[in-house]
């Protein structure tokens, strides 16, 4: 089988991405539509260019485990790695991730985060395309009273979605 493309939209590289800004978490899943594997995700995706259009060297495994279970992805970039525990489910016409660190990406460290890491992806044709939620935009949503988090302070802060 031929790897699938992947385009990484927001400065993300397979078991990298959770060095990204201000990531946004949730400790429960969210309760979108949909299954909770897409199987278009399932294979082996080559990563192609990050958000500047910079060449890339990576890949990325999708593994389906079940109907009722969440996929395994499995990111390799150079000489690191990362296995992640991927849910997937629809907000109207967006899909929406939810990922888990399963095994450590920076060569034994303990990298959980003590809930899951929320995006988007799209895919169209051969070209998968995923970001993070935007860190700043849901502290402006935080900050109006729209939703509730708490968050730690900082760039490379997290905020963890509560009871939205």
């Not at 390799?76 to 849910?87: A, N």
Request: glycine residues 12%; proline residues 4%.
């Amino acid at each position: 089988m031929t790897p699938m493309r992947l385009c990484l939209v927001a400065a993300l590289c397979c078991s990298s991405f959770l060095v990204t800004g201000c990531l946004v978490l949730t400790r429960e899943l969210p309760a979108g539509t949909g299954p909770i594997s897409d199987d278009r995700l399932v294979g082996e995706w080559q990563s192609l260019e990050d958000c500047e259009g910079k060449d890339v060297i990576g890949y990325m495994h999708v593994q389906k485990l079940g109907s009722d279970r969440p996929m395994r992805v499995v990111g390799v970039e150079d000489t690191t790695y990362g296995v992640y525990e991927v849910y997937t489910t629809r907000f109207g016409t967006r899909n929406i991730f939810a990922a888990t660190v399963i095994a450590p990406a920076s060569g034994g460290e303990d990298d959980s985060l003590g809930g899951y890491i929320l995006g988007l992806y799209e895919i169209k044709r051969d070209v998968l395309s995923y970001r993070m939620f935007d860190g700043e935009k849901v502290r402006e949503f935080v900050a109006r009273g729209v939703i509730t988090a708490t968050s730690t302070p900082g760039r490379f802060g997290t905020t963890t979605l509560t009871g939205t």
